[in-house]
């Protein structure tokens, strides 16, 4: 099994076993969601919140990229700009891994009561890539294509903000945008196209080091 796989089914894991093991406290509010923004982008995006207090709220984001060149993120490509520099030989066949967040929330309510209100996080983003491409040097006439591979495990700082609002008693949503700074180890990414599981995509162009993400994360309150 590659690391990947392992990396969001331990979040899987961890995620059921705060359900199923121990008792939560009544006075917790605790719920899991699905950030529908990114399922455009072959992603699926997971929750699960543990507000021990209301201006405090833990966060375990697991997910799992199915294949990002193949998908169709039109909101990942407006956050990008885009730059003539190509994509400096590559053209990428397949993006895809597992990541996991942890972290947590400060929002600006006094009581569990309120229905609608602004938060403030920051996450630790850990992230593992698979990529395959073919590569070309187009310096060189009759350049024979290459068949690349490979896998990087790349760790971030993830801050987050939104809005929360209270659909039912039971559903809610957050919609916001997280902005994560990768560790150099991005740069080993094939190209200037780059995508990072948990962090989103970037034109880089040898530049970039902030990689955007917006979220509408759909939300079921735990009884």
């Known amino acids: 099994m590659r690391l990947s796989h392992k990396i969001i089914l331990s979040g899987i894991i961890i995620l059921l076993s705060v359900k199923v ?9 605790h719920s899991i969601g699905i950030n529908l923004l990114q399922i455009p982008a072959t992603t699926l995006d997971l929750t699960y919140e543990l507000a021990l207090k209301p201006a405090y709220t833990l966060i375990l984001n697991p997910g799992y990229t199915m294949n990002y060149a193949n998908s169709f993120d ?5 956050l990008s700009p885009h730059f003539d520099c190509g994509n400096n030989g590559y053209s990428m066949k397949k993006q895809s891994g597992g990541f996991i967040k942890l972290g947590m929330k400060y929002n600006f309510r006094k009581s569990f009561e309120k229905r609608s209100y602004f938060y403030i996080g920051v996450l630790i983003t850990n992230s593992m890539i698979y990529e395959k491409a073919e590569f070309a040097d187009f310096e060189i006439q009759d350049s024979q294509v290459e068949n690349l591979n490979h896998q990087i495990f790349i760790i971030g700082l993830t801050g987050t903000a939104g809005y929360n609002f209270r659909i039912t008693d039971q559903l809610g949503a957050d919609f916001g945008a997280q902005i994560s700074a990768p560790s150099k180890s991005f740069r080993d990414l094939y190209g200037y196209s780059n995508y990072i599981p948990g962090m989103g995509y970037m034109e880089t162009c040898g530049n970039g080091i902030i990689f955007p993400i917006m979220v509408l994360n759909l939300k079921y309150k735990l009884r």
Not at 21 to 26: C, I, T
Not at 74 to 78: A, P, Q, R
């Open 21 to 29: 093991s121990g008792q939560v406290q009544e006075k917790w509010n």
């Open 74 to 78: 039109f909101i990942g490509y407006l």
